[in-house]
């Protein structure tokens, strides 16, 4: 999409350049109503300022921006570590941007792509699910990594690069079946989720179906809204809610590792243990389930290897302007001493 011009907002509000600079600038001798209308038509049409001599020079500079959903997230470091090495192999130098949880990050793409003059971007987690007219104002090309994809989503449009969450999710809760396990809780993603959390959650049901285990909608704990996602604040919270409901249940599912290390908190302070009382399953194969005591039965996503391929089709897209893929990692179950056979 072109990029529009502050002569464009100009002639788009009826005023004179100056005005609009003036109104950018936040001038006091502007009309209240003529700012707002020119901040409003601003917003609209995404118009950011590029009124840098250094910008102008950049125009042929060779950068990959990496815009993380998630900062906190252990297994982005993994993954940003990677995409670096792999980025200043190529003689290209990173952005890397933190996108807050509650931010639009094509939003923040299409800002930080006309601010930057990037070649390409890489997304890392978030909830994916924005228009077609949305993702066409993102100009350069980008590739989704770690990010739940939904059958219905339009996969012409991007690349991607994933496990299959509702996959990996079904084989945790196979396993836990195999176990001898029937009375299966997990703690899922926030209820509105429309990314990894409602996959998991949908290998959950789909598995329990199969085995002809009829779901229990007690034993489903969403995330708190209030707390980080993922973490391990949050699995703390939502296994207490569990065990204060009074709940039967022999194992817990937690769709992430940070959340179940938490939910084993939780077990202990009730006065119960792990797996003698309760059985716990994690997501993720982070070093902290291997090292926490006991260790953490979790499935391992290859995130070193995803980020080779994520930053490997980025660059086939900005050089050949070849097809977008969509490249899926298979997981690997790790067992740890987190769950028993009953």
Known sequence: ????????????????????????????????????????????HNYIPNNSAQNL??????????????????????????????????????????????????????????????????????YFSHSEEKLKQISVPFVLSTIGLLEDANKEKYASVSVDDVRESSRMVEYLIAKGHRDIAILAAREDDTSIGLLRLQGYYQ?????????????????KEELGPYTMENGYAMAKELLASGEKFTALFAISDRMAVGACKAI??????????????????????????PTI???????????????????????????????????????????RQI
């Open 1 to 44: 999409m072109e990029s529009v011009t502050i002569k464009d907002i100009a002639r788009i509000c009826g005023v004179g350049v100056s005005t609009v600079s003036r109104a950018m600038n936040d001038h006091p001798d502007i009309n209240q109503e003529t700012k707002d209308k020119i901040m409003r038509v601003i917003r609209e």
């Open 57 to 126: 020079k950049r125009a042929d500079a060779k950068t990959i921006a990496v815009l993380v959903k998630g900062i906190s997230n252990p297994l982005f470091a993994r993954m940003i570590k990677v995409l670096e090495r792999e980025i200043q192999k190529q003689h290209y130098s990173l952005v890397l941007q933190h996108v807050d949880d509650r931010q639009n990050e094509v939003d923040v793409a299409i800002q930080l792509e006309k601010e930057k003059r990037l070649r390409g971007i890489v997304f890392l987690g978030g």
């Open 207 to 223: 598995t329990l179906k199969k085995h002809g285990i009829k779901p229990n909608p007690a034993l489903v704990v969403y995330m």
């Open 268 to 293: 202990l302070e009730a006065g119960k243990t792990v797996p003698q009382d309760y059985s716990v399953a994690g997501f993720d194969g982070l070093d902290l389930a291997q090292f926490y005591n």
């Open 297 to 339: 039965t979790t499935i391992r996503q290859p995130m070193e290897e995803m980020a080779e391929a994520a930053i490997r089709t980025l660059f086939d897209m900005i050089e050949q302007e070849g097809k977008k893929k969509h490249v899926v990692f298979a997981g690997e179950l790790i067992e740890g001493q987190s769950v």
